[in-house]
């Protein structure tokens, strides 16, 4: 899917719900790309889920640049599009579009960033170096600092309105979609029905244009509690450890590895002679 399709993919006018889901390795693009989904985040998430960090915030640019590269790897018909790391793109413009340019020459099809209206400036000099921008309004975790927490947003009706502000805001610079995660299913329809572009919820309520969860909620392979709006859909960690425990119960009682799980040598010509 590009970014044509993904932004003319509105509900309200017939499109199929959108479905994104976060990767961050070639097996996992590779299987939610054999899902038939049709987004894959390259998501700062990485931080929590896959480098073991408390937030965001200590995800690099590094980081974010080698794991767009193994979901590259898995060559998904899928769009990839990956996160801009705090805090590539409050520090200007120019260090904005260097990062950019430094996910999509690792196989991004465009990046998303958080934060509305005061980002204007970056999102503007993203699209001009004409790479496609996803925005992120609501709960942003990049401003958890500035939050004091994870906590659901946008609950006061002023505050719905300056998310809704903000929500235009970036439909106007030329945001192709926005995420929308952590408001009140009413915000979520409303700002919803307010834009062009489609939005994607993560607890954001059931009437946005299309739904995002994280790769390792899904599956039931994250450490930390479930958040409220997580479907799991498996218990992929409960199946690992049993399959690692098998292995070594078999190591330890000496049943692995079998004479078909081992090699023989070549017969030598006088061996092979008697
Ligand atoms: O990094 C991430 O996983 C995200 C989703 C929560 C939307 O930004």
Do not use: C
């Given at each position: 899917m590009?970014t044509?399709?993904?932004?003319?993919?509105k509900r309200?006018?017939?499109?199929?719900p959108?479905v994104?889901?976060t990767?961050?390795?070639?097996a996992?693009?590779?299987?939610?790309?054999?899902?038939?989904?049709?987004?894959?985040l390259?998501?700062?998430?990485?931080a929590?889920?896959?480098?073991g960090?408390?937030d965001t915030l200590?995800?690099?640019l590094d980081?974010?640049?080698?794991?767009v590269?193994a979901v590259?790897?898995?060559?998904?018909?899928?769009?990839v599009?990956a996160?801009l790391?705090?805090?590539t793109?409050?520090?200007?413009p120019?260090a904005a579009?260097r990062?950019?340019?430094?996910l999509?020459?690792?196989?991004?099809?465009s990046?998303?960033?958080?934060g509305?209206?005061?980002?204007a400036e970056?999102?503007?000099?993203i699209?001009?170096?004409e790479?496609p921008?996803?925005?992120?309004?609501?709960?942003?975790?990049q401003s958890?600092l500035?939050?004091?927490?994870?906590?659901v947003?946008?609950r006061s009706?002023e505050?719905?309105?300056?998310l809704?502000?903000d929500?235009h805001a970036l439909?106007e610079l030329g945001?192709?979609?926005?995420v929308l995660?952590g408001?009140p299913s009413s915000v979520g329809a409303?700002?919803?029905?307010?834009?062009?572009i489609?939005?994607?919820?993560?607890?954001?309520g059931?009437?946005?244009?299309g739904?995002?969860?994280?790769?390792?909620?899904?599956l039931g392979?994250?450490?930390?509690t479930p958040?409220?709006?997580v479907r799991r859909?498996a218990?992929?960690?409960?199946?690992m450890?049993?399959a690692?425990?098998r292995?070594?119960d078999?190591v330890?009682?000496?049943?692995?590895?079998?004479?078909?799980?081992s090699y023989?040598?070549?017969?030598?010509?006088?061996s092979?002679?008697?």
């Amino acid at each position: 899917m590009n970014t044509q399709e993904i932004r003319s993919s509105k509900r309200a006018s017939g499109a199929r719900p959108l479905v994104m889901i976060t990767a961050y390795d070639v097996a996992g693009a590779h299987f939610a790309d054999q899902a038939g989904v049709d987004i894959l985040l390259v998501g700062d998430s990485l931080a929590n889920v896959v480098l073991g960090h408390r937030d965001t915030l200590h995800v690099t640019l590094d980081d974010m640049v080698r794991h767009v590269g193994a979901v590259s790897a898995a060559s998904p018909k899928a769009h990839v599009v990956a996160d801009l790391p705090w805090p590539t793109y409050h520090e200007g413009p120019d260090a904005a579009v260097r990062a950019a340019v430094a996910l999509v020459r690792a196989g991004a099809q465009s990046v998303k960033l958080e934060g509305g209206a005061k980002r204007a400036e970056v999102v503007s000099a993203i699209l001009d170096a004409e790479i496609p921008v996803m925005g992120h309004l609501g709960l942003t975790p990049q401003s958890v600092l500035a939050m004091g927490g994870y906590r659901v947003q946008a609950r006061s009706p002023e505050a719905a309105q300056l998310l809704l502000d903000d929500a235009h805001a970036l439909q106007e610079l030329g945001a192709y979609s926005l995420v929308l995660e952590g408001v009140p299913s009413s915000v979520g329809a409303q700002v919803t029905a307010a834009l062009e572009i489609p939005t994607i919820g993560i607890g954001a309520g059931p009437d946005t244009d299309g739904q995002v969860l994280v790769f390792h909620d899904v599956l039931g392979l994250s450490l930390a509690t479930p958040a409220k709006f997580v479907r799991r859909y498996a218990d992929l960690g409960a199946i690992m450890t049993d399959a690692v425990a098998r292995f070594a119960d078999d190591v330890r009682s000496g049943s692995f590895p079998a004479p078909e799980e081992s090699y023989g040598a070549l017969s030598t010509p006088s061996s092979s002679a008697q």
